[in-house]
């Protein structure tokens, strides 16, 4: 029997097992179903497995040759079939392969880590320069704003602030209250083709008015110059990087500049320490793995259409944003590499937000709804404050959520009945440092690269997002009166703009 069907024959006989059962069966899950991995504890006693499952699916992880494919990745292998590219970022923090790809990589990433690093003293030390704006998208914003809003502390000497939106408010919210001869612009754009960033970065260089504030990171330094950025102003990035995994590159020099070198190196160090357990750890004690085979066993065999992800951390409340790119744009793709259709569903939507606001919002969906929603839950056990009963109360709610989800309760009127059932992983980081959330972000980045090996498709392309931009470039001469739009629905919506302006 072939691992896949071995697999559909556990889900098919757990199909009537409630969550409750399983865990009842056995006692022991709640430590044997957990995880270490430095200051990163991960606890998947609460998934709707039991052991004979899991051994499916472990036995699905050699199959598909999990740790081969870790394996492949950090050698610099061509991972991205599609684009012919390889997927180098964990060159970026670390020295986890000696392939010579890797080693190469490595090497010029540590070159751009110095040129930076002289940057973030220079800049950090001039006494004129008190605030940064950062304009990039996606892949070139998402991970540095996340890291900055959780690591930064107030009192750094320099603030850092995001912008990333092309409705201009955005911009115009952030550069009110600034004053343009103390700051200094980064535009931040793997291809510096982005309309986004291009509109952003012009509004930005005329409110500066100074070119010799503005700075950039790009692999294309051509564009970057045509710009007005000169070459001496112009950070490297790479085509083996994708841009939502390149915050560990000088992508990463907002989060440099707002949390010092050290502390950014410190970040690096977390993440290539997770690698190193990514690469080497066997599939039954592997977390980037059994995160993995969690998330295919959720999709795939109990038929989620999402996720949550829910940290207990004020300071991660960025984190969900950020993970729907890296997950969605990783693994929203109906198709295999060798271009056949993938069988089933892929990718849920990837959801959440910070407790415990979300239980005052859309926890009574989670718990008395009629869709299951797989949730990860995340706290910390240290807090970074000395306000111990808000803390306490802080992981009681966190505890009392995850257990609430999965056990319910019975009541005689089915309104105030909770079926339970609903299953959730629980990580616990030891405090939140620049090396505890460098682990976090290496699991996701790995767990979704693991998961595209299971599914058969490309982690590393980004297809979907071309049509749209495409028809939007085509549609500004139609906004302009200059030409009609060819979709008969369109012209109806821009014949209503056109009269309302
Ligand atoms: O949304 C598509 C995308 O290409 C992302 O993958 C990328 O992170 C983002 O746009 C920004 O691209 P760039 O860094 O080239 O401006």
Redesign the pocket.
């Known amino acids: 029997m072939s691992t896949l069907a071995r697999l559909r024959d556990e889900a098919a006989r757990l199909d009537g097992v409630s969550l409750q059962d399983v865990m009842a069966a056995d006692l022991g899950r709640g430590a044997d179903f957990a995880l270490r991995v430095g200051p990163l504890y991960a606890n998947f006693a609460r998934q709707r497995y039991d052991r004979a499952a899991l051994d499916a699916l472990f036995a699905l992880a050699r199959d598909a040759d999990l740790p081969g494919a870790m394996r492949r990745l950090v050698d610099g292998d061509i991972v991205n079939t599609t684009e012919q590219r390889a997927a180098l970022h964990t060159s970026l923090r670390g020295d986890v392969s000696n392939a010579a790809p890797a080693r190469d990589a490595h090497a010029q990433a540590q070159a751009a880590l110095a040129q930076m690093e002289s940057w973030v003293s220079r800049l950090r030390a001039d006494p004129d320069i008190t605030d940064v704006i950062s304009v990039?998208?996606?892949?070139?914003?998402?991970g540095p704003r996340l890291v900055v809003d959780a690591l930064a502390v107030p009192g750094a000497p320099l603030r850092v602030h995001f912008v990333s939106n092309v409705d201009a408010a955005a911009i115009n919210r952030t550069l009110a209250g600034l004053d343009p001869r103390h700051s200094a612009g980064i535009m931040?754009?793997?291809?510096?083709?982005?309309q986004?960033?291009l509109l952003n970065g012009g509004i930005l260089r005329d409110w500066l008015g100074d070119d010799s504030r503005l700075y950039a990171v790009?692999?294309?330094v051509q564009r970057a110059g045509a710009f007005g950025i000169v070459p001496e102003h112009i950070l490297p990035?790479w085509t083996w990087v994708?841009?939502?995994y390149?915050l560990w590159s000088a992508?990463g020099l907002p989060i440099a500049l707002a949390i010092g070198m050290p502390a950014f190196r410190e970040l690096l160090a977390g993440a290539a320490s997770f690698d190193r357990h990514a690469v080497q750890a066997p599939i039954a004690q592997n977390l980037a793995i059994r995160h993995a085979l969690t998330a295919l066993w959720n999709a795939t065999a109990l038929g989620a259409a999402t996720q949550a992800v829910l940290p207990y951390d004020e300071r991660l409340r960025l984190l969900s944003a950020y993970l729907q790119?890296l997950v969605m744009?990783s693994l929203g793709k109906r198709v295999q590499s060798d271009g056949q259709d993938v069988a089933g569903d892929t990718v849920p939507v990837w959801w959440g937000g910070i407790g415990s606001d979300v239980q005052h919002s859309f926890f009574q969906a989670l718990h008395q709804g009629t869709q299951i929603v797989p949730a990860d839950f995340i706290g910390v056990v240290r807090p970074d404050h000395h306000q111990a009963a808000s803390h306490a109360a802080l992981l009681s709610n966190l505890l009392a959520q995850s257990e609430a989800l999965a056990n319910g309760q019975d009541h005689a009127d089915p309104h105030r009945r909770y079926p339970g059932g609903r299953p959730s992983t629980l990580m616990l980081l030891d405090a939140l440092t620049p090396a505890s959330l460098g682990h976090v972000l290496a699991l996701y980045e790995h767990s979704t690269y693991l998961q595209s090996v299971l599914w058969g498709i490309n982690a590393f392309d980004?297809f979907g997002?071309?049509l749209g931009?495409q028809l939007a470039n085509g549609l500004l001469p139609v906004l302009r009166g200059e030409e009609a739009a060819s979709d008969p629905i369109t012209h109806a919506l821009v014949t209503e703009i056109a009269a309302r302006r």
């Open positions: 990039g998208i996606g892949g070139s914003d998402l931040i754009s793997k291809t510096f083709g982005t986004e960033t790009s692999a294309n990035m994708g841009g939502r390149s992508v790119q744009e980004q997002v071309e931009k």
